[in-house]
């Protein structure tokens, strides 16, 4: 982490890389063509495909049979997650993601509810307007709405493109404790702890 | 009053003498921070924040006079300390759940907290049970509270309820070291903060009042919210539309939030109604009364055509004053058109009411306003349920009583608690009903310069008087003169010696004796206690601007072309300031606009009233038509203030003006008539889009404009003697509508869910056979109703409520224009 944090490029490794300059006149442009032409480049290409396809060192993903492993820092569609002390929604339903959301797709209805709390009675996000900007996850105070790693979201209706249902984390899954915890923006940096000025208590 | 010149942070300022500087900052967009402060109501010296520096010595800005020459610096490095120790204290066992808070994004605890920039917190004290309170319709919670106590303030300065008071928080004491390390100021305002939170006056835990919801509005933070508000919205989703509260004739400044009402349903709703409440009260009506619209209405062609038919067809329009001024322009132009008549009982008796008044006082209108009767401190009252005909008109008399320190008189037949309440200085006078008149008389003979008043009204006031003689026991201080023995040093030889002095005591003693005293039959005729005349001496004492609020009751009472001569003639030759109170929401305007005549002819067109065929605004008529926070327009005040009112959510019907159109009058828009509202009326012809509909930072109301007063030619001032053979008898009925409740629109409204019925006093109740919910026949020379017994602790007296509000309950047929009627009631 403290390397990529590190954006001193005078003393690290890093050099120019030296390109000729373009040619002006007509000459010029012709020698490009000339020895473009005859340096045989492209011999060179096809020599590696076939050497690789001998060894038979194939990069291509079979999708959809394969998929590539998706970074922490991801933002595809949206996660609601719960909480691990009592798999309730984590949701406060604050409005800061419907607030800060620059392309108006999220809409919450907030009511009082039996013991006074402020329940969140419906969430929606529209997926078609959504452009993965990852500020509704980066603003969220109690990292409950998040972006996954499910790019997936095809369909034939825009009504299907998300459901509130399919976003929260299945109780199953939060019962086997397999909830992944959201690592990009707006989730906790490692160094919280030493940031954090204590509040004294008189306890 | 004239003006000085004070200094603050290095700019010169011109302010009026006396001004709290405070407000002389604010005037003059200097920035001082406070909390605790209500503009129009006294300091509270809660929060302490808004010390600064006069002439090198610390004073709170709310509380401290501006004086010539002053030099104000707001801000140095101690004062700074302070600030932020203050906002550390009231961040200190804050919940810091901004997120689930209805205040979160307007509240003043998380401005303050981040301009002052509180990072870290240096206090603790041990936090106690603060467990939050349902009161009906407002909810409290004191672990939000930051005990500013401008609930509190608001509730007794302005409204008048007292019903909030602080009490015991039951909290350890603060840390002794904190005495030593604290700032001064800061550590006294925690001190005062850590013992109290707020509760309720009545001792129980429901509210019991007029339920203006003004305490939940001045909230700076989210401890008091509207129950029915709770968890719905965040602050910074709802638009504000400004407008103008359309249920009385106060003409308050409101806005409508609106936001869609749900995720599948994009149609915009009103969730609350704010005001500036700096500078405007509202009541409950105003601010729990605002989802009356008329939802359904739709365009179908066929019943547009039956209601152009119905036009042609009739030759009266009925109305109520529940419009705009330009839909009462409208309904002139087709009169002059078409030559409908316009029939407007209530607004007609005003109209007359105003035209007989101007035959005396020589203008169309009457002097003076809410606002003056605020900054004034002697107000009489006479023929108005003030409380219900104009909540603001009450707010007014309550903050002269309590911040101008005032005193009042209140004319009224029917008994209230609520005014009696107000304070030690207002005297209610319960005379009977139809007794108006004298009450003017007295008010002429109490207050008028005699000198100049005809010599007729002079001679006849004076037949009221004569001499009697009474035996008085008071109470006279005599003065003692002993000599008493005492040491002093002489200063010349440095020793202590004996000296005699002369001292001289004051020494109560009681005398009684006869004297020759005035007695005024005016008074004697009123009911009035007999010891009127100390009574207001007293209340008289260093009083220097008197107002007078004339109410309906004066309109339609049988000799009302001689109570507004008498009207205009105490406005005429007594210090009083003359205010008078408009029957309904736009009766000043329709009677200014409207050319009205009595008789209905043989087929009306009803406009919010049932006629052979009606435009509602309700619903329930032949055609719909918008209500009044669905349309533009203008209304106009009891302030003499046109006033803009903006639509707060959509409408998708016809509106009059369409109809009119189709009946061959020509305009775009409805509002496009508000340029042309009759200038010799004393309008302005100025396009609807001019008008402003805000209030500036020294309180200026910058709101539509003002009506001009016009003058017109002066008649004799010859008035009626009084006819003392009107009475109505003993059991009566009085038209009035309980608190938050005006017409069928507030009616209408969901959150104000007074019962209908007939009000009986709680007093009155329990010594008849008569118990709450009791079906009974009210029977008076005009007609009948039957209608159910409601149990009412806001009135006092036997005089028995009906109200208009409820269209079902036909209260009207029972009376014949006065207010007041004699009834039978019997069970059915």
Redesign the interface.
């Known amino acids: 982490m403290e390397a990529f944090n590190n954006r001193n490029v005078a003393d690290n490794g890093y050099f120019m890389v030296d390109i000729e300059d373009y040619p002006t006149d007509g000459w010029g442009k012709f020698k490009r063509v000339v020895k473009r032409t005859f340096r045989g480049e492209l011999f060179v290409g096809l020599w590696v495909v076939m050497r690789e396809m001998l060894r038979f060192d194939i990069h291509t993903i079979q999708y959809p049979q394969e998929k590539m492993p998706i970074g922490p820092r991801y933002r595809a569609v949206h996660e609601m997650k719960r909480l691990w002390e009592s798999d309730a929604e984590r949701c406060?339903?604050?409005?800061?993601c419907?607030?800060i959301c620059i392309s108006d797709c999220i809409?919450?209805?907030?009511?009082?509810d039996e013991n006074?709390?402020?329940?969140v009675s419906?969430y929606?996000i529209n997926l078609g307007r959504c452009i993965f900007c990852g500020y509704c996850a980066e603003v969220c105070?109690?990292l409950a709405i998040t972006h996954g790693g499910e790019y997936e979201n095809g369909s034939e209706q825009r009504e299907h493109f998300i459901m509130y249902e399919d976003m929260l984390t299945p109780i199953d899954k939060m019962k086997a404790g397999a909830q992944l915890e959201f690592e990009g923006f707006g989730s906790i940096t490692p160094h919280e702890d030493a940031r954090v000025?204590k509040?004294?208590?008189?306890? | 009053m004239s003006k000085i010149n004070i200094n603050i942070d290095g700019k010169d300022i011109a302010v009026n003498e006396g001004d709290l500087i405070l407000n002389a900052a604010r005037a003059n967009d200097i920035y001082i921070p406070a909390i605790c402060y209500l503009t129009r109501c006294s300091p509270t010296l809660a929060c302490r924040i808004c010390l600064v520096e006069a002439d090198g010595k610390q004073v709170y800005a709310c509380n401290a006079k501006a004086k010539d020459g002053m030099n104000i610096v707001t801000s140095t490095p101690t004062i700074e300390k302070e600030r932020r120790a203050i906002m550390e204290v009231y961040d200190v066992n804050h919940p810091l759940q901004c997120g689930v808070c209805d205040q979160s994004g307007e509240c003043e605890l998380q401005n303050y907290t981040l301009e002052i920039g509180v990072d870290s917190q240096s206090y603790s004290v041990k936090d106690v049970d603060r467990s939050s309170h349902d009161w009906g319709h407002l909810h409290y919670d004191p672990g939000l509270c930051i005990v500013c106590e401008r609930c509190v303030t608001a509730c007794k300065d302005m409204i008048g309820d007292n019903s909030l008071k602080t009490i015991a928080r039951g909290a350890d004491a603060l840390d002794a070291g904190f005495k030593e390390t604290m700032p001064k100021d800061a550590y006294a305002m925690w001190n005062k903060l850590n013992k109290s939170v707020i509760g309720l006056t009545n001792g129980t835990d429901v509210l019991d009042c007029t339920s203006c919801g003004e305490c939940a509005a001045v909230c700076p933070v989210g401890a008091l919210v509207d129950t029915e508000f709770m968890y719905k919205s965040n602050a910074w989703e709802l638009t504000q539309i400004p407008a103008t509260c359309g249920h009385c004739s106060a003409g308050c400044q409101i806005s409508y939030d609106v936001k869609h009402t749900s995720i599948n349903n994009p149609e915009d709703k009103i969730y609350r109604v704010m005001n500036e409440w700096n500078y405007v009260s509202l009541c409950g009506a105003g601010r729990y009364g605002f989802d009356y619209q008329n939802a359904d209405a739709s365009k179908d062609e066929a019943s547009f055509n039956s209601a152009v038919a119905a036009f042609k067809k009739a030759d009266t329009i009925k109305f109520t004053s529940t419009i705009t001024n330009e839909e009462a322009l409208i309904l002139q132009r087709l009169k002059e058109k078409h030559g409908y008549k316009l029939v407007n009982p209530e607004a007609k008796a005003f109209q007359t009411f105003l035209k007989d008044y101007a035959q005396v006082s020589g203008k169309t209108l009457y002097g003076s306003d809410l606002k003056q009767t605020m900054n004034a401190n002697f107000i009489v009252s006479v023929g108005s349920a003030l409380k219900s005909d104009n909540p603001n008109a009450r707010y007014a008399l309550n903050n002269s009583l309590t911040v101008n320190k005032g005193a009042a008189l209140y004319f009224h037949p029917v008994k209230d608690p609520i005014i009696e309440g107000l304070g030690k200085n207002i005297l209610t006078v319960n005379h009977k009903p139809l007794q108006e008149e004298i009450v003017l008389y007295l008010l002429l003979d109490l207050f008028a310069d005699k000198k100049a008043l005809p010599s007729d009204i002079v001679d006849y006031l004076a037949s009221f008087h004569s001499k009697k003689t009474v035996t008085v026991t008071e109470t006279i201080k005599e003065k003692v003169i002993e000599i008493v023995k005492e040491k002093k040093v002489n200063k010349e030889t440095g020793e202590e010696e004996e000296v005699e002095v002369e001292k001289s005591k004051m020494v109560p003693k009681k005398v009684s004796k006869e004297v020759e005293v005035d007695d005024n039959r005016l008074v004697s005729l009123l009911g009035m206690p007999e010891n009127f005349d100390e009574t207001l001496a007293k209340f008289l004492k260093k009083k220097d601007s008197f107002s007078l609020m004339v109410g309906p009751d004066l309109y339609t009472h049988p000799n009302a072309k001689n109570l507004a001569r008498l009207v205009a003639l105490i406005e005429k030759y007594s210090a009083f300031e003359l205010t008078m109170i408009p029957t309904l929401t736009n009766s000043l305007g329709v009677a200014l606009i409207n050319e009205l005549s009595d008789e209905v002819g043989k087929y009306t067109v009803g406009y919010n009233v049932q006629a052979d065929y009606t435009l509602s605004s309700l619903g329930d008529g032949d055609i719909d038509m918008p209500a009044i926070n669905q349309q533009e327009g203008t209304l106009t005040s009891i302030n003499k203030r046109v006033n803009p009112t903006n639509a707060a959510i959509g409408y998708k019907g016809y509106v009059l003006n369409d109809i009119a159109n189709a009946l061959g009058l020509d305009a775009e828009l409805t509002v496009d008539y508000t340029q042309n509202l009759p200038v010799e009326a004393g309008f302005i012809a100025e396009a609807f889009d001019n008008l402003p509909n805000h209030y500036t930072n020294d309180g200026e109301e910058v709101r539509g404009y003002t009506l001009s007063v016009q003058s017109v030619e002066c008649g004799d001032e010859e008035v009626a003697k009084i006819d003392e053979s009107l009475s109505l008898g003993d059991d009566l009925v009085y038209m009035a509508n309980p608190v938050r409740q005006f017409n069928a629109f507030t009616n209408k409204a969901t959150q104000l869910d007074e019962e209908s019925g007939l009000y009986v006093s709680e007093e009155n109740l329990k010594d008849s056979d008569f118990k709450q919910g009791d079906k009974v026949r009210v029977k008076t020379g005009n007609g009948e109703i039957v209608t159910t017994i409601v149990s009412d602790n806001k009135i006092a007296g036997d005089i028995a409520l009906v109200p208009t509000f409820d269209a079902e309950l036909n209260s009207e047929a029972l009376f014949s224009g006065y207010r007041f009627a004699a009834a039978s009631i019997e069970k059915v």
């Open positions: 406060i339903g604050c409005g800061l419907e607030k809409r919450m209805d907030t009511k009082i006074s709390r402020k329940e419906s929606t105070p109690e000025k509040t004294p208590l008189a306890y």
